[in-house]
């Protein structure tokens, strides 16, 4: 099993940044991929970004790219997520996830966090 955890969401300006940090736990040798994920109010869950857990590849989504960009610290056992650059369209649940079974960036992904909120105001 892996547990994730997620924080840094919270309220910020058209603009301004915000960074969200993911600390994993447990059956960490088994990831292929480590992503993030948001779902607005109505809205189908989305795929943001993606980091391979082996080499360190990134993927992200058209809508983020050049804004976001994805991270780990192995150290730490913690990804994270640098959102600059921010939009009101950016509003959502961010959810962290992790992959065991090397299907892809986008997923499907096997455990999630809880899930932080970011607003964007305009």
């Known amino acids: 099993q892996v547990q994730l955890v997620e924080s840094g969401g919270g309220l910020v300006q058209a603009g301004g940044s915000l960074r969200l940090s993911c600390v994993v736990s447990?059956?960490?040798?088994?990831?292929?991929?480590m992503g993030w994920f948001r779902q607005a109010p109505g809205k189908e869950r989305e795929f943001v970004a993606a980091?391979?857990?082996?080499?360190?590849?990134?993927y992200y989504a058209d809508s983020v790219k050049g804004r976001f960009t994805v991270s780990r610290d192995n150290a730490k056992n913690t990804v994270y997520l640098q959102m600059n650059s921010l939009k009101p369209e950016d509003t959502a649940v961010y959810y962290c996830?992790?992959?065991?079974?090397?299907?892809?960036?986008?997923?499907?992904?096997?455990?999630w966090g809880q899930g932080t909120q970011v607003t964007v105001s305009s």
């Open positions: 980091i391979r857990a082996s080499g360190g590849s990134t």
């Open positions: 447990g059956r960490t040798f088994s990831i292929y991929f």
């Open positions: 996830a992790a992959q065991s079974r090397a299907l892809g960036a986008k997923g499907p992904y096997d455990y």
